[in-house]
């Protein structure tokens, strides 16, 4: 079945830095745009940033964009967020989704928690 | 930026009873809103795309409508499973956006 694992998460610094992965499977990985979505502990979904099938266009939230860089390897079906000087307001579960359609985002993985304190 | 405003914001009912959520665009996005169920510790769950197109697996007692500005997820005859958050989305305009979310309670 199509499947989404995020990993990677964990306590880190202010200041400090993250690699987050989604390994995909169940599905032609190369064929999607993808996506990672963050929800703060107790608020809604925030969208964090895109990639297109190759890897050659991205987008990023304003709120992040110069921090976070958003990869992906297709050979090894693995969608990546480098995180990188980190905010206490980065404090969130972040999941990798997928392009679904014109308008949505199917599946999403579990999820993987960053929490970022000193 | 499109900005979605969830109505209301809490939305106690009872098991059998219907549930009426709405969702308003700050500009058209046309037919293209999507609704999310979630639970507490869970991700989001894909119910409605296209604005009233229910997802694989997704009980007949979902449906959305509209397009344009406002939108409406309806549940007809709750069951104890449906009590969650729902959120709306949008990705017709960049950045993509989400409602803040219709917690739907237990009365």
């Known amino acids: 079945q199509v499947q989404l694992v995020e990993s990677g998460g964990g306590v880190v610094q202010p200041g400090r830095s993250l690699r987050l992965s989604c390994a995909a499977s169940?599905?032609?990985?190369?064929?999607?745009?993808m996506h990672w979505v963050r929800q703060a502990p107790g608020k809604g979904l925030e969208w964090v940033a895109v990639?297109?099938?190759?890897?050659?266009?991205?987008y990023y939230a304003d709120s992040v964009k110069g921090r976070f860089t958003i990869t992906r390897d297709n050979s090894k079906n693995t969608l990546y967020l480098q995180v990188d000087s980190l905010r206490a307001e980065d404090t969130a579960v972040y999941y990798c989704?997928?392009?679904?359609?014109?308008?949505?985002?199917?599946?999403w993985g579990q999820g993987t928690l960053v929490t970022v304190s000193s | 930026e499109i900005v979605l405003t969830q109505s209301p914001a809490t939305l106690s009912l009872s098991p059998g009873e219907r549930a009426t959520l709405s969702c308003r665009a700050s500009?058209?996005?046309?037919?293209?809103l999507a609704w999310y169920q979630q639970k507490p510790g869970r991700a989001p769950r894909l119910l409605i795309y296209?604005?009233?197109n229910r997802a694989t697996g997704i009980p007949a007692r979902f449906s959305g409508s509209g397009s344009g500005t406002d939108f409406t997820l309806t549940i007809t005859s709750l069951e104890p499973e449906d009590f969650a958050v729902y959120y709306c989305?949008?990705?017709?305009?960049?950045?993509?956006?989400f409602g803040q979310g219709t917690r739907l309670e237990i009365k």
């Open positions: 989704t997928r392009d679904w359609g014109v308008s949505s985002f199917d599946p």
């Open positions: 169940g599905f032609t990985f190369s064929r999607y745009v």
């Open positions: 990639i297109s099938y190759d890897g050659s266009n991205k």
């Open positions: 500009h058209s996005v046309s037919s293209y």
């Open positions: 296209d604005a009233s």
């Open positions: 989305q949008q990705r017709t305009n960049w950045p993509a956006t």
